[in-house]
Each structure stands twice: as C-alpha cells, then as structure tokens.
C-alpha cells in the first residue's frame, strides 16, 4: 500500500484552520498526524478523539464527494473503549459539536484533502445548503483531481 498523503484544502484555510490553530496551538499538525495513522490503518488505528466516520448524503448533490468524522477537541475525548460507530457528538452542545471534513482522491486512494472542521455546532452547518455544497464542490474537484 502507498503511504497516505494528506493536506489541508488552501481555500478554506483561513476560514476552518486558522481560527482552530490560534485557539489550540499545535493542534493542526497533531490532527494531520493522527488522521493520516488511522487512514493508512484502514481506520484500524483509532484516535482517542475521532468518533463516527461515514460519508455526507445530503444534499444529494454532494454524495460521494465528502465524508466526515465526528471530532473531540482536545482535551475532550471519546471514551477509549466506545465503539467508533458510537461515538457521535450530541446536537444540542454546541461547542462539542464539531465535525472534520475531507475528501479521499478518486483514483489514489491514498491521497486525502481536510476541507475543513465545522465547529461549533457543526450538526447546524451541515444543513447550510451553501456551505455544502461548496464543500462538496470542493471535494468533488479534488477526487477528480486525485
């Protein structure tokens, strides 16, 4: 297996990275480390912080094209012995309500781009129709591209 390569999508830097590395120094470049274990262990290698991790469906326009995982900021963590499928941040807390978004490269499955991380309140984000449609072109272009 090729080793995994993973980037953070440059138009949406300012906008999902920025504020979240001035808040929590140093948390960026441990999430590009951790996200690109568990994708090159075929998810197997399970941080404490990542939980459910499934495609977004609507709008249809944007199936296929991003997926997300739902996401502690640390210190928070999702209990180590709980299922991923189980770990799930809560509508209604908004602040723990956070969601990593990404594309995988449609003919190098080991190419990823994170789009962004939608926070807080990122189960509201997920029904702005703008917002995701724009990542989902975005991911869209970069499966294409990958």
């Known amino acids: 297996m090729d080793p995994v390569e993973v980037s953070f999508h440059p138009d949406t830097y300012d906008r999902f990275f920025k504020p979240l590395e001035s808040s929590h120094p140093g948390f960026l ?4 480390v951790d996200f690109c274990r568990y994708q090159q262990s075929m998810r197997d290698d399970l941080p404490d912080y990542f939980g459910f991790d ?51 490269g449609l003919f190098e499955n080991n190419q ?25 072109r975005l991911g869209r272009e970069f499966r294409s591209d990958n």
Do not use: T, W
């Open 112 to 136: 990823f781009c994170i789009i962004g991380v939608l926070m807080p309140d990122a189960h509201e984000q997920a029904n702005n129709n703008d917002l995701m449609l724009y990542l989902g």
């Open 29 to 32: 470049d441990q999430l590009l």
């Open 54 to 104: 499934v495609e977004y469906g609507s709008p249809p326009a944007i199936a296929g094209c991003i997926e997300h995982i739902h996401l502690c900021i640390p210190p928070r963590n999702f209990p180590k012995r709980q299922k991923q499928a189980q770990r799930k941040c809560r509508k209604g807390e908004p602040e723990n309500d956070v969601a990593l978004v990404y594309a995988r």
